[in-house]
């Protein structure tokens, strides 16, 4: 008896895929898809331009399905060629300009009735270049490095970026009440 595509595993999959199973490929799709949307979503696209970069992400990813070796998790690897995705095309957009110390007003995130944040909406309270950072750390994996890579920013200011979006996220997110406009100081 045949083994459903529900049944596979990510890694069977992407290897059947690898050698031509558009089924396959389209199981990870559905399986991964929102995930890849809602990460770019987090890193500031648009809902048009969230679904443009996932589906050519998973385009080529699927050309690309043989070098994926199941080191890491497929949503792992494909949410990593969507973030290099985004990154690209926000620099030849020519909207993309990474700042060192943004000007950005104080933003107020207000908790629902229950008394809770929601992350997405204390994401956009940090500056794009943090919020951008952030994502593709704790998002897509990448490492410090990588982000440095992509982004065309050293490495110091990517730490920096991605230490002060995080110090942010954990004062809004734990109810500090810190404006997030500026980082606090600690000595």
């Known amino acids: 008896m045949a083994q459903s595509l529900l049944d596979r595993h990510d890694v069977e ?3 059947l895929a690898a050698a031509g199973g558009r089924r396959e490929f389209g199981e990870l799709v559905r399986r991964h898809s929102s995930a890849v949307r809602m990460l770019l979503r987090r890193m500031g696209a648009q809902p048009a331009e969230a679904d443009d970069v996932a589906q050519d992400a ?4 699927f050309e690309k399905c043989a070098e994926f070796r199941g080191e890491g998790t497929f949503a792992a690897w494909v949410k990593r060629i969507a ?6 095309r926000k620099a030849k957009d020519a909207r993309y300009v990474a700042e060192l110390e943004p000007e950005q007003a104080e933003v107020t995130v207000s908790p629902d009735a229950a008394g809770l944040v929601d992350l997405d909406e204390a994401l956009k309270s940090l500056s794009e270049v943090e919020r951008i ?3 593709l750390c704790h998002g897509a994996g990448l ?3 990588e982000i440095a890579s992509a982004m065309n920013l050293p490495l110091g200011t990517v730490k920096s970026h991605v230490k002060r979006g995080l110090d ?6 734990s109810g500090g009440g810190e404006p997030v406009g500026r980082a606090a100081h600690v000595v």
Do not use: E, G, W
């Open 133 to 135: 950072c952030v994502s």
């Open 168 to 173: 942010k996220l954990r004062a809004r997110l």
């Open 58 to 61: 998973f385009l080529q990813a």
């Open 13 to 15: 999959l992407a290897a």
């Open 83 to 88: 973030a290099r995705l985004y990154l690209k």
């Open 143 to 145: 490492s410090h490095p």
